[in-house]
């Protein structure tokens, strides 16, 4: 049998759905743009440059045959009107006794909820649901999500005047500031629920109303924030030309982020890089990273939808509403890292390179989804 109209029917209206186009599937546009400029010149020895960039990505769908789930049920409780049933629509009244018509329709204290209802019957395999049918329990809900970024930033680098006797001190200092906004517009609430009343058919989840649209629907969302940035970097030569230190240097680099929502943040990073002869390269680094909750972590739009649910305490399998929805309260997901390696390029092979690396990363505030139907969430 065929329950669940927001699947693509085999026949509609005797013609096979296939020959129809595609009327029935969920459309999508995904837009990106993006501009960049900026200057770099020389200033005393050092070299500078300066940059804006727009960056926006715009994502629209819409579901054209999205199902309510009230008229739905509404739709196939049909009945043969009773002599004397009349109906009015648009204004105009109708004698329909002895018809086929939904019952919440020709009740008069319903008939107001479900005006223009029109029966479906799913057990028919010769014409199958009618389009008036149809057309009567599907929705078009649709989403626009925009992203825009806006960032200005700027760098200048070269030798800081320290001589060393394997080489001279060289330096990079950086800014840089972004403007974020995370923008949905949606014409359906996932928080819309089925009011069952009128409705002799609706089946409730685990005692929870079913969603009004069968297909996920996003709520509407906008927020914005702004990210602040500086970094200073350093290389260091150590030793150069002698014994199993033909060019031996440290990168010392250190980080200061401000986010207008997660906080502020401190990152750096250690590395030593020696080429122990024209074959062999050792390196290695240890670093304090972090990664910020972007806005989708931190706003992403409620979600509600019906699933099955085990709850190991009063050993209960039921049905209930899975709510999912961002954390306006996350902070930056920190890390060590600690990275080993060599690499390798022999004399008498030009162009062959190998490597080999080990790295080890301790993480702490990881952000990651979790729900209560995870046996570890509700342990």
Known sequence: CFTDPSYVPQIVNGQ???????VYLTKGVDRNLGVTTGLSGKLSGFDWDIFYSH???????????????????AAQDAVVAPAGTRI????VTTDVSGTIQCWSAIQPQFAALYSGCVPMNV????????QAAWNYVKQDPFWTLTQPLDTIG?????????????????????????????DLKSNADPTDFVNCTGLRMCTQNGGAAPSLYTQNTNAPVSVHDNVWETALEVNVPLLKAVPLAQDLNADIAGR???????????????????RINETFRLRGTMSFDIRAPNLNDLFAPTSITSTGFNDLLTNVNSGTQLVTNGNSTLTPEVAHTYTLGMVVTPDGSPGLAASLDYYVTHMTSAITSISYQSTTVQT
């Open 16 to 22: 096979n759905a296939a020959a129809q186009g595609d």
């Open 256 to 274: 200061y982020t401000s986010y207008s929502i997660s906080g502020e943040a401190e990152t750096w990073k250690i590395g030593v890089n020696d």
């Open 154 to 182: 700027g760098s200048i680098s070269g030798g800081v005047g320290f001589g060393q006797p394997a080489g001279e001190i060289t330096g990079a200092l950086s800014a840089e500031m972004r403007w974020r906004t995370y």
């Open 123 to 130: 057990f028919n395999p010769a014409q199958g649901i009618t």
């Open 88 to 91: 009015t629509v648009g204004g």
């Open 55 to 73: 960056q926006e990505n715009r994502v629209e769908v819409n579901d054209p045959t999205n199902t309510n789930n009230a008229r739905y049920p």
